[in-house]
């Protein structure tokens, strides 16, 4: 079983959300895998109601703060995630870090708060086309996903990780299944020094970057590479489903 995810980011407003889910047709192959899809926050709300939403499909948010409430202009917390209907978050994507500055701490604070309040955490780390130039791709994403690990230290709660260098995210290119299963084994290999063998294959490790129908095959297909996490390609109906069928083979 492969886990495909959609992220769709600042796109697909209530009317378009609908739209999707009347549209999309998963085939058989498809039901092998699990399916989430993280739409903006608006429109959280409409894809939890909605009739056409194929009941195999779970939701998530794209972002949380870690306190429970107060004067936090713009942000959503976890219990508000979880009462929208929300079973997973997204937490350190790329762009959050670099675009909004996130932090391994605030990193740390939102899979916390995810725990607390029985979310999965879809923990996202990789490096940028400079980091990997300067041969610090193994530095970069195990300083980041051992900053993860003190978080969920001692809590028995499920998450996943996503694998995305920053360098391929909306740009067209994508990693080699071998620059995938290379980063993904990396992780892996820590993965299992810090739980435990039997724990350690429990946490899929997504790939995300540019995945797209005629690439999802292969990038499924290499070593250690346990779903994706699907950006642009997510937000069409055809392609996502196309995706979604390559998981199950």
Known sequence: MAVIAGNWKMHMGAAQTRAFFAELDLDESASKNELLIFPPVSSLGVAAACPDRDSRIQLGVQNIHWQDGGAFTGETSAAMAAEAGASHVLIGHSERRHVFGETNEEVALKIAACCSHSLVPVVCVGETLSQRQEGRVDEVILGQLDAALQAVEGNNGRFLLAYEPVWAIGT?????????????????????????????????ILYGGSVKPSNAADLLGAANVDGVL????SLDPRSFAEIAAAGGR
């Open 172 to 204: 067209g290119e994508t990693a080699t299944p071998d620059d995938a299963a290379n980063a993904h084994s990396t992780l892996r290999t820590r993965l299992e020094a810090a739980l435990g063998l039997a724990a350690a294959v429990r946490r899929p």
């Open 230 to 233: 699907v950006g642009g390609a």
